[in-house]
């Protein structure tokens, strides 16, 4: 099983539209989650971090439950440029691992 | 402040050469991170230095890649006798170990021809 997995996709989806992307990490010890996102041929940049009480950043809420490994990250009102591939980092001391990404695609 | 520095921003080269990829972590950031993305595919690890300790070398898919880290600051990715499958965006990443999030260069684009 690999540490990080994520919802393979690619999500196309209409403007305006609510889209969920989940993450399931398989190491107990994880202490830090975030959520990335990387434009084509951009670097990854930090989308939000996650926390144990949930967390909300405008039109991006992300949740974590421990007890079941998982992680999720919901944009809501989604717009032409969160066309991006979302991805699940989790950390567990100076180790980060990557999820392989989920592409999402917003419609006009 | 300024980010993640990386040079070249492109590296193209013919298969059996050795390279040399440089990177530029934030001012005062501690530990600083080499990644590797195919292209379509995912972050793969590579190596980690942390201050004074021994990086962690663990993703470094063959003797043929090293990297050193010089002063805590700057660091050098070195691949030899490169091969094509090789070719890929080298990212680097730094931290501070108090604000665990990792900010990554633009990274280096190399072809292996």
């Known amino acids: 099983r690999k540490e990080v997995e994520q919802d393979p996709g690619p999500f196309n989806v209409p403007e305006g539209a609510t889209v969920a992307f989940n993450c399931t990490y398989s190491n107990s010890a994880s202490q830090s989650f975030f959520w990335y996102r990387q434009d084509c041929r951009k670097e990854p940049k930090l989308l939000m971090s996650?926390?144990?009480s949930g967390n909300e950043d405008g039109r991006f809420t992300a949740q974590l439950n421990r007890a079941s490994q998982y992680i999720s990250l919901l944009i809501r009102d989604s717009k032409l440029s969160d066309s991006a591939t979302y991805l699940c980092v989790v950390n567990y001391g100076q180790n980060f691992v990557f999820g392989p990404g989920t592409r999402l695609s917003v419609l006009p | 402040g300024a980010g993640v520095s990386q040079s070249p921003s492109n590296k193209v080269t013919e298969k059996g050469k050795d390279v040399e990829l440089r990177c530029d972590p934030i001012s005062g950031h501690t530990a600083l991170y080499w990644y590797r993305q195919s292209l379509g595919q995912g972050l793969e690890f590579l190596i980690y230095f942390q201050g004074n300790s021994a990086p962690d070398k663990s993703g470094l898919p063959s003797d043929r890649f090293s990297a050193e880290r010089t002063g805590g600051s700057v660091s050098t990715l070195t691949i030899q006798r490169t091969q094509q499958e090789d070719s890929a965006v080298y990212l680097c990443?730094?931290?501070?170990?108090?604000?665990?999030?990792?900010?990554f260069g633009p990274g280096t684009r190399l072809l292996v021809l």
């Open positions: 990443a730094s931290s501070s170990i108090l604000l665990e999030t990792q900010y």
């Open positions: 996650v926390y144990s």
